[in-house]
């Protein structure tokens, strides 16, 4: 599995993240675990692009992954940080399973449109229902890991990073097998991939099902490091956007893409939000048209560029 | 039967403005195959501009009645200025690229358009009460209405009549269906099909806009306007049918109706029910209750 350059990279780089992170200041750190718990489900949304296409909202399994964690803390009380990414990933997955039924039969914009009706149907159940918190949404404590209450956040990060780093070798894995390399082929043309003798509905299916359980894992991630959970920030369509727009910003080259791209972003918005709070989307929504107009091979293509330039 | 009435009139008020923003809407995709999410913005921006205008003149000591006059004004103020730079500058360059892409950048333009709102109009809200106040209430039935709000069904119905009659009876019509059947066929005719993509999409956002402005005098103008109509809107147009303006029609009855039933008599499943619809909509007639099933192009 470790075999090519990417997973050399991702595993090197991932453990000297975590050893950067044991030295650096709480905000990087805070930073850094924001941009990883989202990056997991630009993972999915990844596979997604290859294919040709796009989800609208995502934010469905993301929201569920992170409202799972939020009920199984207050209603069930557990703590424990796998157990509680575990639950998030696989009620998402088992969501996304379900729906894939249905979804594996549609492209383009209805494809997009399904799931935003989807997410948006979870969305208004969930802020008309005061049980689940409605639009205040619930806090959640800190998670504990093998059984003990860690002081600082810095445990939760070695978690994140190093689920993370696995997701991306996994997934790293699963484009190189043979159903992982049907991704582009299905994008140019179905017909001639059923010709091959490739189910094109499995195949979208099982990317579907895997982008899923990301997106409810990156959602579980999410929750536990910001502490809290609420529809807005979480299962809004506008959250869903913000997704898509990741994915755009990293380029669909490499799985390393998803985790640059996150950090951008997270950058981005860190500072954006401090020297112009009310340019906050504007400043997204411009860098979002200027990536889709000059850039269409995402940040990665960037890094690709200069990577040959130097050889 | 009072209950009955108030929920048929909210729906039927509630239609109305969802049908105004989604013809824009629908019309603009059935000719270009475009999903415009910036259509939200075109909304916004006409309720900000009548509101603030509505406010303006009635300082100056000018006779409410002129806040009509506003209303349509700023909707076609903002519709022809949106509209041409965002077709103009941004889309016309697009058109040759994934349809989901436009859908993307359109995401993005709405996002930028959210900001240049705030930073124009700024963060607190506007109230622009005059037209309301002018018009009064009336008593029907035993329930106490605005008549400003019946108003917007009758503007809902002028507007449906508009683009019925503009479609079917006059020659721009049949150049839009001409382009909508078939795009290259028409540019063979002779048609200018870049001219017709820029009106279209102008006469769109105008609508959009109608929407917004019209609406200003029964709401408070705050931020974030666009985010929640935008995702209203794509469900009447998916209900109904993208590109059909009688879709649009019985989706935003559908819709409008739907709403206003579960707000009066089950609220907690208000935004719930609208989504439910699209989605069983979109899973058993993708193509929308009214648009024709369209033959597969190879």
Known sequence: MLRDNTSKVVFIGGILIIAFGFFAPNWIVNQLMFGFSRALAILGLLVLWRTGLVSFGHAFYFGLGAYTVAILDIQLGVTDVFLRLFGGACLAGLAGFLVGFIMRNYRDIFFAMLNTAISMVLYGIIVKTESLGSTDGFAISLPTIFGVAPETKYPLFVVITVIAMVSALLVNFYLKTTVGRLTTPIRDNEIRVEYLGFSVAHAIHLKYTMSAILAGGAGALMAMSLGQVDPDSMINWTVSGELVFITILSGPGNVIAPFIGSLVFEVLRTYAFELAPHLWQLIVGGTFLTIIFFLPGGIWSLIVKFGRNKS | ?298
């Open chain 2, 1 to 298: 039967m009072e209950t009955f009435l108030t929920i048929l009139l909210d729906g039927l008020q509630f239609s109305s403005y969802l049908f105004i923003v989604s013809a824009g809407l629908t019309i603009i995709f059935g000719v270009m195959k475009i999903l415009n999410v910036c259509h939200g913005s075109f909304y916004a921006w006409g309720a900000y501009t009548s509101a603030f205008f509505i406010g303006k003149f009635s300082e100056m000591g000018m006779p409410d009645g002129w806040g009509f006059l506003v209303i349509l004004a700023s909707a076609i103020v903002v519709g022809l200025v949106l509209g041409f730079l965002i077709e103009q500058v941004i889309l016309k360059h697009m058109y040759h690229r994934d349809e989901v892409l436009i859908v993307l950048a359109t995401f993005g333009l709405f996002l930028v358009l959210e900001d240049v709102i705030l930073i124009a109009f700024g963060t607190d809200p506007y109230f622009a009460y005059q037209p309301m106040a002018l018009l009064d209430s009336v008593e029907m039935g035993g329930i106490v209405r605005d008549v400003y709000g019946l108003t917007l069904i009758g503007v809902a119905a002028m507007v449906a009549i508009g683009c019925w009659f503009l479609l079917n009876k006059t020659k721009w019509g049949t150049i839009l269906k001409a382009v909508i059947f078939d795009r290259e066929m028409g540019i063979a005719m002779g048609i200018n099909v870049p001219l017709v993509y820029t009106l279209t999409f102008i006469g769109g956002a105008i609508l959009g806009g109608l929407g917004g402005a019209y609406i200003a005098p029964t709401i408070s103008v705050a931020p974030g306007l666009g985010t929640e109509v935008i995702v209203l809107s794509f469900a009447v147009v998916v209900v109904g049918g993208m590109g059909s303006i009688m879709g649009a029609a019985i989706g935003s009855l559908i819709i409008g109706l739907l709403r206003a039933l579960a707000v009066h008599e089950l609220p907690q499943v208000e935004l719930f029910v609208v989504f439910a619809v699209m989605a069983v909509v979109l899973v058993f007639r993708p193509e929308g209750l009214f648009a024709p099933a369209k033959p597969r192009k190879i």
